[in-house]
């Protein structure tokens, strides 16, 4: 198997794993892209690729970045929020504008991620732009922690260029929620909202989560990249009358209006 196989085949094995669980594999298959997108774990691109029968496919794509730096359940999480996006895409009636509406919300809900502009009980259900957080009685946390106790599932490769992790995702010991419950009412329950909040990590140490990136933990420093500065292309520039202060290429040869004086480079 060549190494782009070997990168994007557990992509694939996640998306059908979750598309029969969580699904009734009822999602149509995806492509699969690597992007580093600046702050963004992935994203949803409905028909955005075709061939020349003129058959189209749908985009998902994951921030390769911040894989070294994420437990395998995190990377699910972001797998299975686009999905719902692409479940909303084929089955229901998405928003404009990547809003995140009340629909895509209760999809989440139903499959185990609840949805929170914050990332923890008590943020908003529906914007622009959303996170979510593990619901620990939900679809999503049984169904990953089948795959993670798969001793054949595993990363094959990392990006060297780690990135740290964009939040600390949780899990919320919510209660089982009805089969009909609706997510408007649950988000903001009591029951929700004072549940027992645990981060991933203290969830691991208490072995409730299988060990994740086993193979990369145990790499040496020295085999992760070190993020490379930015050349800074913008100097200050002050004047040493009225302290007024402008930015522009460090050659900056301006004088002051009011002062008369030439502005100085910090």
Known sequence: M?????????????????????????????IFTLQRKKNVMGFFAAKRWGNAQGKLCSEISINPAYFASSRMIEIFQTLVHEMVHAWQFHFGQPS???????????????????????????????????????????????????????????????????????????IVDTPTLAQDALVEHCAHASDVLNANVVSLDDEAASGALPSTNDDFNAMPDTFYLPEVAKR???????????????????????????????FERE
């Not at 913008?234 to 290429?249: F, L, Q």
């Open 232 to 262: 800074q292309t913008r100097s200050k520039h002050v004047c040493p009358g009225c302290d007024t202060k402008i930015y522009g290429k460090a050659t900056l040869n301006v004088i002051c209006g009011d002062c008369e004086l030439p």
């Open 2 to 30: 060549s190494p782009t196989d070997e990168l994007y085949a557990p992509l694939v094995t996640a998306y059908d794993h979750f598309n029969a669980c969580l699904f009734d594999n009822a999602l149509p298959p995806v």
């Open 96 to 170: 404009e504008g990547h809003y995140h509406n009340r629909q895509w919300a209760q999809k989440m809900m139903d499959v185990g991620l609840m949805p929170s502009d914050t990332g923890e009980p008590g943020g908003a259900i529906v914007g622009r732009h959303m996170s979510d957080f593990i619901m620990k009685q939900g679809l999503f946390m049984k169904a990953a922690n089948a795959l993670t106790q798969d001793i054949d599932f595993r990363l094959n490769w990392v990006d060297r260029l780690a990135l740290p992790k964009l939040h600390e995702p949780v």
